[in-house]
């Protein structure tokens, strides 16, 4: 008789979160079998969940969670990095129809996990994946940041934006950050200077700023006009401008005329199409070093949720009143 463990299914969209018994499978040569002690919500989950998430391709029913954190419970007969017992963490599933982490185990390819740090606990690992490497990818991927660079992160206070300031200090950038006045001393803590984008034009803070020039990098977590601004804050030739949520149709004008560059994120490409999943272990591991180091945290919402109370949790998230990034405890270590 198969091994069976609880998960949250959504069985079609805008359908409540369901909680349910299914079986637990077996990891293939290249997978770990993991057993997960917590799960980061994402605003992705909640799109996904109301059908709205079309790029995510993960059809229904399903079991939403992209990110999670546990202990390795078995390992496939190719993995040779990871043993039973393991603590790791990763952008495992939740889309593409790959199980997500709403549920007591997951089957996870093996390239997309590394060690989770262990100057935190896996409730705060679970917080990191997503939002990590989604910053990672814009501001060293992409933008190749380094000492010396000034750096522009628009929503710096927010989910990739906390990630990208961070990351962008721990190479050496001069960094700024736009946000409104309720976060903008969140932005100061992180280590950026705070920009209040509702009392300040972009002419305004880049004159500021850098007297004029533009920014070395500026990296757009909000999308729409904010991504029109960054075209306009970018410095002239040498500038680059990345973004996470390019999708709309904007004018490249403002761009070309500094002979600038531009960017996109598109995070879930590895996990839909199974190129580059290795690199995203990789990004993970800078995370540990990071975290390790002292120089990366993550700013969580005290509120607990277990598995039973993913709705209330999913509803939490949608409510706006979380301050940092929602958990939900699955299982204890």
């Not at 390790?292 to 109370?309: A, C, T, W």
């Amino acid at each position: 008789m198969s091994k069976m463990m609880k998960a949250v299914v959504v069985e079609q969209a805008n359908a409540p979160l369901a909680l349910a018994s299914l079986p637990v499978a077996e990891p293939g040569p290249n997978e770990v079998r993991v057993k997960v002690v917590a799960s980061g919500v994402n605003p992705l989950d909640l799109k996904i969940a109301a059908g709205k998430a079309p790029h995510a391709k993960h059809p229904f029913p399903a079991i939403l969670g992209l990110d999670s954190a546990g202990i390795v419970d078995a390992v496939g007969g190719n993995v040779t990095r990871f043993k039973v017992g393991d603590a790791v963490y990763g952008l495992t599933g939740g889309v593409g129809g790959v199980q997500g982490s709403l549920a007591e185990f997951i089957i996870a390819d093996a390239d997309l996990l590394a060690p989770a740090p262990k100057s935190i606990d896996l409730r705060q690992a679970a917080s990191i994946p997503l939002i990590f490497i989604t910053a990672w990818e814009g501001m060293v991927d992409r933008a190749k940041v380094s000492s010396g660079k000034t750096v522009l992160v628009h929503g710096g206070a927010g989910g990739v934006g906390q990630m990208a300031v961070q990351i962008a200090k721990a190479f050496g950038a001069d960094v700024y950050a736009t946000g409104n006045a309720s976060s903008q001393e969140t932005i100061r803590e992180l280590g950026a200077t705070p920009i209040d984008y509702n009392t300040q034009t972009v002419d305004e803070y880049v004159q500021e700023h850098t007297g004029g020039e533009g920014f070395d990098i500026v990296y757009d977590t909000v999308g729409g006009e904010v991504l029109d601004n960054s075209f306009k804050a970018v410095k002239t030739y040498v500038g680059h401008v990345v973004s996470c949520l390019g999708w709309g149709t904007h004018s490249i004008a403002p761009l070309s005329f500094k002979g600038a560059t531009y960017s996109g994120v598109f995070t879930l490409l590895p996990l839909l199409t199974g190129a580059g999943r290795a690199h995203h272990g990789e990004i993970m591991q800078q995370a540990t070093k990071l975290v390790e180091g002292g120089k990366l945290r993550v700013l969580q919402d005290p509120n607990r949720f277990e598995l039973s109370q993913a709705n209330e949790a999913h509803e939490y998230q949608a409510s706006g009143k979380a301050r940092g990034k929602v958990v939900i405890d699955i299982s204890e270590v």
